[in-house]
């Protein structure tokens, strides 16, 4: 059965800080990796997509990372803002299907 | 740049009663999805549309109907509603048929309560 478990489920962190999500999936067959930002009574809004090829991408102050091998992923927040309160959701993409992640919601405090 | 854009945001309904989601996008996307996203659990998909003129079961479909009406529009259908449709639905869409790799561009949701 296909699987995306992401941890924390929650983190809270202060303004200004960095902090790193962690996504372990088991999908097959597996082709790519994405992270979407989900603000609070929104819909998902696409960070990155990486293919298994790749090992990291960037977006701004978003950096994903990738390892295929051991089929983990890290989203890397740099100098958080308020805005970045969200819940992070990742998403592993197979042939003609995705599998969703529960998401980690974060909150950043001033 | 409306993007996707559902209709209405909240709605509360009776268990038996019928509804129909609304979702149409202005990107002139080839692809059309309906999601619901329960407390606990990953997004999962209803239904999809490849292309205008065909409709797929997702993971969940059972107590739902789709229409693709045209190439912007694909609506969802709740024809008797029951307390554990309760949840909240996004319409996406994405450029190409769903492959694994495409990017979807999401609606804001519609809370949809039964009670």
């Known amino acids: 059965k296909n699987q995306v478990e992401q941890s924390p489920q929650s983190l809270i962190i202060l303004e200004g800080k960095n902090c790193t999500l962690q996504c372990n999936y088991t999908v097959s067959p597996f082709s790519n990796l994405r992270w979407y930002k989900q603000d609070t009574g929104r819909g998902p809004v696409s960070l990155t997509i990486?293919?298994?090829?790749?090992n990291t991408k960037s977006n701004g102050r978003y950096t994903a990372t990738l390892d295929a091998d051991t089929k983990q992923s890290s989203l890397h927040i740099t100098a958080s803002q308020l805005s970045d309160s969200a819940s992070y959701i990742c998403v592993a993409g197979g042939y003609q299907k995705v599998t969703f992640g529960t998401g980690t919601k974060l909150q950043v405090i001033p | 740049n409306a993007g996707v854009t559902q209709t209405p945001k909240f709605q509360v309904l009776k268990t038996g009663q019928s509804m129909t989601l609304q979702c149409a996008q202005d990107?002139?996307?080839?692809?059309m999805y309906w999601y619901r996203q329960d407390p606990g659990m990953g997004l999962r998909l209803i239904y999809y549309?490849?292309?205008?003129?065909?409709?797929d079961k997702g993971e969940v479909p059972n107590g739902y109907n789709v229409s693709r009406l045209n190439k912007r529009e694909f609506s969802l259908r709740l024809e008797s509603a029951a307390p554990s449709q309760t949840s909240v639905y996004f319409c996406?869409?994405?450029?190409?048929?769903?492959?694994?790799?495409?990017?979807?561009?999401f609606g804001s949701g519609t809370q949809l309560s039964v009670l």
């Open positions: 996406a869409s994405s450029a190409y048929p769903g492959q694994g790799n495409e990017k979807l561009f």
């Open positions: 549309s490849a292309s205008e003129g065909t409709t």
């Open positions: 990486m293919t298994f090829s790749e």
């Open positions: 990107m002139n996307h080839n692809s």
